[in-house]
Nanobody, 120 residues
Framework: QVQLVESGGGLVQAGGSLRLSCTVS????????VGWFRQAPKKDREFIGL??????GTTYADSVNGRFTISRDKNTVNLQMNSLTPEDTAIYYC???????????????WGQGTQVTVSS
């Protein structure tokens, strides 16, 4: 059983930065991967990146590579977002998986989401 709680969303101007956090609590074994996803209005939820819980390795979607950075500090997984554009506006979710996967179907546990709005 894994519980995830996101925090840190809000309103930011284009070109600005925002840091999201995901606090992970679990009963039993650790997840293998913690992923970040986002869902914009009228769009499917999309993968943006993940971190390996055991070794801290990261993988990113092309759309955010070089702008977003995922890190872990104990039980918190952070998503640092720089050079934000209005196209980054979405609800952002963290999720836990027993795999290192970009596939949303591999993520069983989800946070409640946090809204990020980027104004032009």
């Amino acid at each position: 059983q894994v519980q995830l709680v996101e925090s840190g969303g809000g309103l930011v101007q284009a070109g600005g930065s925002l840091r999201l956090s995901c606090t992970v609590s679990r009963r039993g074994s650790n997840p293998v991967g913690v992923g970040w996803f986002r869902q914009a209005p009228k769009k499917d939820r999309e993968f943006i990146g993940l971190i390996s819980w055991p070794n801290g390795g990261t993988t990113y979607a092309d759309s955010v590579n070089g702008r977003f950075t995922i890190s872990r500090d104990k039980n918190t997984v952070n998503l640092q977002m720089n050079s934000l554009t209005p196209e980054d506006t979405a609800i952002y979710y963290c999720a836990a998986s027993p795999f290192l996967s970009r596939d949303i179907e591999h993520y069983r546990y989800w946070g409640q989401g946090t809204q990020v709005t980027v104004s032009s």
